[in-house]
């Protein structure tokens, strides 16, 4: 990168951690350090919890995902406004009526403590784990685009979160996601325009590309439980997980329990309800349009550079550079026949068209098997290097095609993402560990000021456990199904026992703790046998289902256990 993009990498960082610990510093009490005064308005808290679900692995991943499979995955958050207006109507009046701290103070006003105890295991569990995915995911993307080592880049991210996140608590993180949103949509925004711009066709025209190869397909009723996206997981499955994600995860619900209001909270949950679709839909059609220009401008045969320039000085760095001449015939080839395609497209030639795409596709094949043979030669070379690089298809594209500047500004936007959704991660595992464990179980009696202590000793705590597990974690298939996988494993299980409480009145504490042990264990068997089965019964079906398998199995469970227990 240039001086300029560095400057304006390290000034945008900077100058938004400095203002976070600025604007918060020394915060004199547990209630201000975990509900940030209730002073947060409506678009504020709306801001901070799409910041919050808009990790690094958002603007990472999803542009890949839409240059290799098309806007499809835009399904999955369909059910997403369904489930905001639910949890406005049902869960936030609950959480304001007891003023709760955590999501699972209610659970145990409800059920009882073991009950309360084990959802909020739970959740440390896997957003334990996940705050690790959350600073793996994009340290070992920036450190290898930027050169940088792959253990002080996760410190990096991870210290400067921890940081903030410690000196002012939840209205740090609010505070500091208010900016980094605004930093993350200005540059994508900003780079969507640019990739428009760079084509060497009219705007129509890529359309009218990117339509015949199927990147523009958003919606797919073809019922299959095998396939993680289409309107009936979206509107279903989906509806589940943000359910559990929105109203139960305490690292969503710390964000609206800061609202001045109930009616200041609803109206953040709302308003990220009905803006998540769009966003998610700018940054597919942004990872659309850069499949449209490569496929006028030669693209590299592997988006992992670093792989590629270690094959050409390997001993293989022969065959290497007979595969990327190929490649580079195939591409001209299929160049001349998007030229010729959409001058068809232009005089209405339909029996042209559809004998060009014929001949794009098998080209297509001809270049997959290109890049796979690549990537064979990598892994001889290497064998355990990483050959998967959908996630490094959109950063590629900003350092190689974009202006000074610029590039540092999508740098910017990476990181600060990453930062964002750890925030929200570390904050929500430091308050749970405080009031649902340690204040609940260990130390009953002590003053405000050691709980104030203990809540920003265990932040610290669970930030330098993600740095740990992030500097010994593998990459996953694809960053941003890796996180969905892992709460889909426990949020259905937690949604479960929520919607007991709320909806099941005469379920009482042993039966549903039963209850969600048991779904617990279901969950994991379904997944670990997923596509094998066992006893002759196979199964094959996509993780989104975990969800409401897991909740149903809980409400289910719980309806019969309690007619052979006593409470």
Request: hydrophobic fraction near 50%; charged fraction near 15%.
């Amino acid at each position: 990168m240039s001086t300029i993009d560095w400057i304006v990498l390290f000034g945008t960082l900077g100058l938004i951690a400095s203002y976070g610990v600025y604007k918060t510093f020394g915060q004199k009490s547990l209630d201000s350090y975990l509900r940030g005064k209730n002073t947060m308005n409506w678009w504020t808290i709306g801001l901070s919890i799409m910041a919050t679900q808009a990790s690094a692995i958002t603007f990472l991943s999803t542009p890949g995902q839409a240059y290799e499979s098309g806007m499809g995955f835009i399904q999955f958050y369909f059910g997403l406004p369904i489930a905001m207006i639910i949890i406005s109507v049902s869960f936030i009046p609950i959480y304001y009526k007891l003023k709760v701290y955590t999501a699972y103070e209610y659970l145990e006003n409800r059920f009882d403590l073991k009950t309360r105890t084990l959802a909020a295991l739970l959740f440390i569990i896997q957003r334990g784990l996940a705050a690790g995915i959350t600073i793996y995911a994009p340290a070992i993307i920036l450190s290898t685009l930027l050169g940088w080592n792959l253990t002080w880049t996760v410190i990096f991210i991870g210290a400067v979160v921890i940081i903030y996140t410690v000196s002012g608590g939840t209205e740090a993180v609010s505070i500091t996601q208010k900016q980094q949103m605004t930093v993350m949509m200005g540059g994508m925004i900003l780079a969507g325009m640019i990739v428009i711009q760079l084509l060497p066709v009219s705007f129509q025209e890529a359309l009218h590309v990117a339509g015949k190869m199927d990147k523009l397909n958003l919606v797919s009723f073809e019922f299959d439980p095998a396939d993680r996206y289409n309107v009936w997981s979206g509107m279903t499955a989906a509806v589940f997980l943000f359910l559990s994600y929105f109203g139960a995860d305490q690292s969503q619900v710390q964000r609206y329990l800061s609202g001045q209001t109930l009616a200041q909270s609803r109206m953040g949950l709302i308003m990220n309800g009905f803006l998540k679709v769009p966003m998610q839909f700018i940054i597919l059609f942004i990872g659309v349009m850069v499949f449209v220009f490569y496929q006028f401008f030669q693209p590299p045969v592997v988006f992992n550079q670093v792989q590629t320039e270690k094959l050409a000085q390997s001993r293989f760095a022969g065959e290497y550079a007979e595969l990327e001449e190929r490649f580079s015939r195939n591409f001209q080839e299929n160049k001349n026949n998007y030229l010729e395609m959409l001058e068809a497209i232009k005089h209405e030639d339909i029996a042209k068209e559809q004998e060009i795409k014929s001949r794009i596709q098998g080209l297509k094949e001809e270049q997959q098997t290109i890049r796979s043979e690549v990537k064979e030669l990598i892994l001889k070379n290497d064998p355990v290097a990483e050959t998967r690089d959908t996630d490094y298809v959109f950063m590629r594209f900003v350092m190689d095609h974009l202006p000074k500047g610029i590039v540092g500004l999508l740098f910017a936007v990476i990181f600060s993402a990453a930062m964002s959704s750890s925030a929200s991660e570390l904050n929500s595992l430091g308050s749970t560990s405080t009031i649902d464990l340690y204040k609940r179980s260990i130390k009953k009696e002590a003053s405000d000021k050691h709980y104030l202590n203990s809540s920003k000793i265990f932040t610290a705590f669970w930030g330098m456990g993600a740095i740990l597990f992030a500097i010994y974690a593998s990459l996953f298939e694809n960053l941003i199904q890796a996180v969905n996988l892992l709460g889909s494993l426990f949020y259905g299980t937690i949604l479960g026992i929520f919607m007991v409480g709320f909806f099941m009145k005469w379920i009482r504490g042993k039966a549903v703790f039963l209850a969600a042990l048991l779904s617990q264990a279901l969950i994991l068997l379904v997944h670990f046998r997923n596509g094998e089965g066992l006893f002759g019964f196979v199964w094959d079906i996509g993780f989104l289902w975990y969800n409401a398998l897991g909740c149903l199995s809980v409400m289910l469970f719980g309806m019969i256990i309690q007619k052979f227990v006593k409470n």
